[in-house]
């Protein structure tokens, strides 16, 4: 490997995985545009009275941005420090699924409406927005959603639960007449009637399943609007446990909030060895260091 | 009771039980995989479409899953330690209601559909994957409803007394015209409306309907948001209180998670007394002691 | 006023008003199951085939709990301390309501409907139920409901500004086509719209109105949960503080829930003039004084 | 400028800007007033029957609204301090919008539906009442609001991922058959399902697209339902350490509300240089000053 292509794969990770520097931050705002354009793109073609009229116009641009993100991937693989851990990590796969389908569909026509597969590409512009400007509080949010998946999958436990019980119970007491024409069928009836979505499609109309339904829905609505109240009130007392913890090396005060990388009392910084483990992004982190 | 039989005992318990050794484990994963299977079984059967194509091969599979829980069921009255004691409680009943249902259906045709009461058994799913990784959120979930119980009968009381009072107001300004034949159905859609699930099977068509509905459900929503938010606040300071109250007897320390056993700063016991009380399961508890 | 007169009206308020002795806890009893049996005779009633077949029975049944809710409110106000202050107070009129609609649809027919005012009746087994074993709870929600009545009164406020507003916007968007006939008709959708009811009898039918109703929704979604956010965490932090607040006069130690009678460190009376002031129910207060 | 103008305009500045004048305070119940009638005039004049009936006194009632509120504009813009300001703020902004349609209307008759941008009219009617009574909550809920106002974003975000992701995921299973004829109105029964608004209007028909939302409605139910919770954890301590924060400077002791201004402990003034800053209004700010 030559010097020069050495240079050239830096400078190129530092477009396009960094944000530090102004060519960074620029790629990211153009990336941005592009993949905003490309889904309102995607959506203009899905209403079939606009691609009656512009259809060859949207076709061309879709056309445009699967060069452009293919482009985008084929570069992010030259550049990537680590080739195969860009490849199989989350972005990679969003990426390579940005541009695929369209190239599927060149060679079978019925994988068409793979192209939906591109609204992951979506993704992507909450990660860039998070990097710009909301890094913080998304931060603080994922680092909560991760500690609080425990309490997400009880709640989903106690969902399915609920819905199995309840859709089986008015699967016998309603009956086909109503709609209620298998379990998965009333299962799906107990999905939308307990998160209280309330479609209507399917709904009692027998006296008993109406009681039934009725009984049902007051005890569900009650029992997950206390489970998600005790969920809260964990979540309240373990963020303030972990602000109490987390106490200043240097004045030796607590209660700093769980995402303050300095102390609000004396300006020191909380954590030592956090300098090195900072970085939000692994692939920002591989951008950082040299190629050998 | 001969020695043998006494061993035998004790070992099935451990088994069947019990959730310490390998055996137990294993017991359980299969029980699981059994249970899970049986349930999709059960929800296959009542799609006509696949009852058509292959009903006899999913019968003979149903009643392949009722012997092997009969089988379950009879071992277990076994091996329990207070045999009446498992008979009537809630766990032995479940057991009792999955396999009863096929049976009675071979005597009474009309029974058929009670087989529905399996869906119960899936309860046991979830005791199975507490025991083995969310003990510890499962019995805080468990211990806090326990805990919100009475907070849960003023919110279903606040509910039904709305439901009561706003079903019998829409049934005399609405009238059977647009639905509200009756009170109970009166009542039906304001237990529907009230919990924001919102069929539409039932609406007011007057326009006085439609403004005593439209102030009825913003009174209610705002009423219940605020309920839910007192609980949620009382629930936070009550979780806070018992942390502080939870002094380590070691280095005399309080703010310890309401279920952790052990000391966070000293790692010393926090109650001398729980090593006994600390099973989580009746059944768990009567497999570790011996038979008279 | 003899003294035998005196002392009868002493009897009856400790009997009718009064909870404490054994003769008022059974006459609560018996009033409890008589508003609940009357309560469901009339959803009986309501019920047109059930009326068909037994109607004359429920009818006298009907008849039979007038008289005796009639004979109930006389001797309440024949025994009340006040007699003006019980006749004007909500419980009064509840009374009140729960009788006369009966004797005045023997004058006009019409009236016949009102019969459903006896609903209100039901709130008094709420009532009961809170002083038989409720109390606490109770009492806690009826005060911090009292005390956030502002947040409910801004909450309020927030949800009609957004009735009204949307309401407008909707009926200029998608005009008579799809329902929005009126403002008012509008704002009905509004209302079912923003509290997630969403019933379906009005939708959006045009692009534009569904891509505005969209918008709407999900900012009238997050704006409401982060309100509802907002006002738990004062509430939580104003439960906290009242709490801190409170400090034992004898051992000067703070932290006693809000409901809390005494201290839960030493046992002590934490209001030394509350003994007075406890009473939860002004009539129960009015029962334990003397008449002149 | 002569000085008699001068004292005009502050006086004038007083009665329409100011609260703390009697004038001020009945100008601003007129005022209310006036807003109120107008906005039920518009409602009335909207619903057919009505308008039909009594039309010519609704209409000449609007023109004499309309009037009023166009002298209420020109004496505002005379009387403010910063016209310029006054003009291009909120209130100015709604002032003028709450006037301009009817006169537009006289030209072309088109934008007669626009009278509607009146109902922003309404919002006036909030920041009177926040003056006169509720200016503690409001202010604090304002205050939080601005507080959350990332929280909200993220929470839209969220939302808004969630509808794109979906409503494209939707329209690939489903298709047009059963409503699902494009991207956008894909995302806008996303939006209505997730919030669980769920009219009807739209819904899944095929089983697999029943099993698909079922599955989104239980993931993005308990998601939104944490998130809301992991929000109100972090306003809870918020709030918690910035009252901890806000120190006496006479007493030292901390744990006063957001909003107070004194020392609950021994009244002194709780920020010396808040004075000046604590007008909740900039326009009653300016009615203080002098002109130049």
Redesign the interface.
């Known amino acids: 490997m030559t010097d020069d292509e050495h240079s050239l794969r830096i400078r190129l990770r530092e477009i396009i995985f960094g944000t530090d520097t102004p060519a960074g931050r620029g790629f990211d705002i153009v990336l941005l545009v592009f993949i905003v354009a490309s889904?309102a793109n995607?959506?203009l073609i899905?209403?079939?009275a606009i691609e009656a009229r512009v259809g060859t116009l949207l076709h061309a641009l879709e056309w445009g941005f699967t060069v452009a993100f293919s482009i985008e991937y084929l570069v992010r693989i030259y550049a990537a420090r680590r080739r195969w851990a860009y490849i199989r990590s989350f972005y990679g796969i969003v990426d390579l699924l940005s541009v695929l389908p369209l190239y599927l569909a060149l060679m079978l026509p019925s994988a068409h409406?793979?192209v939906?597969i591109?609204?992951?590409r979506?993704?992507r512009?909450?990660r860039v927005?998070k990097l710009v400007r909301?890094a913080?509080?998304?931060n603080?949010?994922t680092r909560?959603?991760r500690h609080?998946q425990?309490?997400?999958?009880?709640?989903?436990?106690v969902?399915?639960?609920i819905?199995?019980?309840l859709?089986?119970?008015m699967?016998?007491v309603e009956g086909p007449v109503h709609g209620f024409?298998?379990?998965?069928?009333s299962?799906?009836w107990a999905?939308?009637?307990i998160?209280?979505?309330?479609?209507?499609?399917i709904?009692p109309?027998t006296?008993l399943g109406?009681?039934l339904?009725?009984i049902a829905?007051?005890?569900g609505?009650?029992?997950?609007?206390?489970?998600?109240?005790?969920?809260?009130?964990?979540?309240?007392?373990?963020?303030?446990?972990e602000?109490?913890r987390r106490q200043c090396p240097h004045c030796e005060r607590s209660?700093h909030e769980i995402d303050a990388h300095y102390c609000k009392f004396c300006g020191g910084a909380l954590d030592a060895d956090e300098a090195e483990d900072a970085p939000a992004d692994e692939e920002q982190a591989e951008a950082r260091d040299k190629l050998d």
Chains 1, 2, 3, 4 share one sequence.
């Open positions: 889904v995607l959506m899905s209403v079939a409406y793979l939906a591109r609204a992951l979506v993704m512009i909450f927005l909301y913080n509080d998304a603080v949010l909560s959603l609080a425990r309490k997400i999958q009880i709640f989903l436990g969902l399915a639960l819905t199995v019980v859709g089986a119970l699967y016998v024409t298998s379990i998965p069928r299962m799906y999905v939308v009637t998160t209280t979505v309330g479609y209507g499609d709904a109309g006296p109406q009681a339904a009725g829905i007051m005890l609505y009650a029992l997950l609007a206390v489970t998600g109240g005790i969920i809260t009130a964990e979540l309240t007392n373990e963020i303030a446990s602000r109490q209660g």
